[in-house]
């Protein structure tokens, strides 16, 4: 192997829990008392983080970085920040959200309008307070770069359900298990190792919402701040490494994929009525339940790494497109959507990453489609543009994207 494709990693993780004097401040809205949100009250159940993880040889350097929050906040700006940082141009970042919805909601501007003033003067100062965090952040993984090696796997993992029941009505979506229902489990776990054989750092892929805490009031004291599912996980595995490792969860296209376990559900009346119903003090309890299960099948999963490499190719590229307005559910909106499609390549692992809710069967197409037999799919990777409406295969947004992932799959075999 050439010299020059030698692997080095570094990471780091930094809390960015909000400060104090950001509560209380609203949440979203809720259907079950309507025109009046749920709020934060300053109730932290679990700290949530940024978590950067740097990848590079000696031509190039690769950077995800993840927050524990909806989405993304200050798209453009701070993927340039991150860029600027670490000295890549930034196309070789992928910024992308875990999307908790147990985290503030600092990435859509049309929260703005709806809550007001005092909620804007709020999110506006904790985007400034992430901004001053991420530099020292990304410092801090370069510093950390040592030799590493690199193992992928995948398994199947069934703790996500198919949330479309659509027989139920309009509001069955978000709190929905429609058991029967299609759904992609791919686990996909990249390990990088030490060469000591200690993990440095691990990234999962899965296709799963992160609203498993949303609105829960177990005190009636607010929403709790958390990194609801796949944030405790990340940190059952981080303290079970005794920190010495960072574990990142990069959502799959989830738009479609609700956690088998809520703490808020749906009920059928016998007159087939909808009641959602909030499950209290047994919030907490699920969310320790279902955070240690998948925090059991991700180290399941990197344990049965097979190949490991200390070498590997490395390259990225991003594409710009647009669609119409009717093509996503983005409110107060008339004008075409910009998306962001990107392509890394570690080696023979392909990892693409998209703005946008994209639903599971999209991301299933894209998987298949691609030639090589490890592609992850990684979303709310930008701007936030709410849902891809149509996933029959044939619709505007993922006619696109697949092009655009042809297209550059073509130019990166070209550039080998």
Same mark, same amino acid.
């Given at each position: 192997?050439?010299?020059?494709?030698?692997?080095?990693?570094?990471?780091?993780?930094?809390?960015?829990?909000?400060?104090?004097?950001?509560?209380?401040?609203?949440?979203?809205?809720?259907?079950?008392?309507?025109?009046?949100?749920?709020?934060?009250?300053?109730?932290?159940?679990?700290?949530?983080?940024?978590?950067?993880?740097?990848?590079?040889?000696?031509?190039?350097?690769?950077?995800?970085?993840?927050?524990?929050?909806?989405?993304?906040?200050?798209?453009?700006? &701070?993927?340039?920040?991150?860029?600027?940082?670490?000295?890549?141009?930034?196309?070789? &970042?992928?910024?992308?959200?875990?999307?908790?919805?147990?985290?503030?909601?600092?990435?859509?501007?049309?929260?703005?309008?709806?809550?007001?003033?005092?909620?804007?003067?709020?999110?506006?100062?904790?985007? +400034?307070?992430?901004?001053?965090?991420?530099?020292?952040?990304?410092?801090?993984?370069?510093?950390? #770069?040592?030799?590493?090696?690199?193992?992928?796997?995948?398994?199947?993992?069934?703790?996500?359900?198919?949330?479309?029941?659509?027989?139920?009505?309009? *509001?069955?979506?978000?709190?929905?298990?429609?058991?029967?229902?299609?759904?992609?489990?791919?686990?996909?776990?990249?390990?990088?190792?030490?060469?000591?054989?200690?993990?440095?750092?691990? #990234?999962?892929?899965?296709?799963?919402?992160?609203?498993?805490?949303?609105?829960?009031?177990?005190?009636?004291?607010?929403?709790?701040?958390?990194?609801?599912?796949?944030?405790?996980?990340?940190?059952?595995?981080?303290?079970?490494?005794?920190?010495?490792?960072?574990?990142?969860?990069?959502?799959?296209?989830?738009?479609?994929?609700?956690?088998?376990?809520?703490?808020?559900?749906?009920?059928?009346?016998?007159?087939?009525?909808?009641?959602?119903?909030?499950?209290?003090?047994?919030?907490?309890?699920?969310?320790?339940?279902?955070?240690?299960?998948?925090?059991?099948?991700? *180290?399941?999963?990197?344990?049965?790494?097979?190949?490991?490499?200390?070498?590997? &190719?490395?390259?990225?590229?991003?594409?710009?497109?647009?669609?119409?307005?009717?093509?996503?559910? +983005?409110?107060?909106?008339?004008?075409?959507?910009?998306?962001?499609?990107?392509?890394?390549?570690?080696?023979?692992?392909?990892?693409?990453?998209?703005?946008?809710?994209?639903?599971?069967?999209?991301?299933?197409?894209?998987?298949?489609?691609?030639?090589?037999?490890?592609?992850?799919?990684?979303?709310?990777?930008?701007?936030?543009?709410?849902?891809?409406?149509?996933?029959?295969?044939?619709?505007?947004?993922?006619?696109?994207?697949?092009?655009?992932?042809?297209?550059?799959?073509?130019?990166?075999?070209?550039?080998?």
């Amino acid at each position: 192997m050439k010299e020059e494709n030698r692997l080095y990693a570094g990471a780091a993780r930094v809390c960015i829990t909000p400060p104090a004097d950001l509560f209380p401040i609203p949440h979203f809205m809720n259907h079950m008392t309507p025109g009046k949100p749920s709020v934060f009250s300053g109730k932290v159940r679990e700290d949530i983080y940024f978590r950067v993880l740097i990848v590079q040889n000696e031509r190039t350097r690769l950077v995800f970085a993840v927050m524990d929050l909806p989405g993304v906040p200050e798209s453009a700006e &701070v993927t340039q920040l991150i860029a600027d940082c670490a000295g890549v141009p930034e196309q070789q &970042v992928v910024y992308t959200a875990t999307h908790n919805h147990s985290g503030l909601y600092a990435d859509n501007v049309d929260f703005e309008r709806i809550f007001g003033g005092e909620f804007t003067e709020k999110i506006r100062k904790y985007r +400034k307070f992430l901004r001053e965090l991420i530099p020292g952040a990304i410092r801090q993984a370069a510093g950390n #770069l040592e030799p590493v090696r690199m193992g992928v796997a995948r398994s199947d993992c069934f703790l996500n359900v198919n949330r479309n029941e659509k027989e139920l009505g309009p *509001k069955a979506g978000t709190y929905g298990f429609r058991n029967e229902g299609p759904a992609d489990r791919d686990l996909y776990v990249i390990r990088f190792d030490r060469l000591n054989g200690e993990p440095l750092a691990v #990234l999962y892929n899965y296709a799963v919402h992160a609203c498993m805490m949303i609105h829960n009031n177990p005190e009636g004291l607010g929403t709790e701040i958390s990194g609801d599912l796949p944030g405790r996980a990340c940190r059952i595995l981080e303290q079970g490494l005794e920190d010495r490792a960072v574990v990142l969860f990069t959502s799959g296209c989830a738009g479609d994929m609700n956690p088998l376990m809520m703490s808020r559900v749906n009920i059928v009346r016998p007159d087939g009525g909808i009641e959602t119903r909030e499950l209290g003090a047994a919030g907490p309890v699920i969310l320790e339940f279902m955070g240690n299960r998948l925090a059991r099948d991700v *180290k399941k999963t990197w344990e049965s790494v097979a190949e490991w490499t200390e070498h590997a &190719v490395l390259w990225a590229d991003k594409r710009s497109f647009s669609v119409s307005a009717k093509a996503v559910t +983005k409110p107060f909106n008339e004008e075409p959507v910009e998306f962001r499609v990107g392509l890394m390549m570690l080696g023979s692992l392909a990892v693409a990453a998209t703005n946008g809710e994209i639903f599971h069967a999209i991301g299933r197409r894209i998987k298949e489609e691609s030639p090589y037999r490890d592609t992850m799919v990684i979303t709310h990777a930008g701007q936030w543009t709410a849902y891809v409406k149509d996933d029959s295969g044939e619709g505007e947004y993922e006619t696109a994207v697949r092009e655009q992932i042809r297209q550059m799959l073509k130019e990166f075999a070209g550039a080998r």
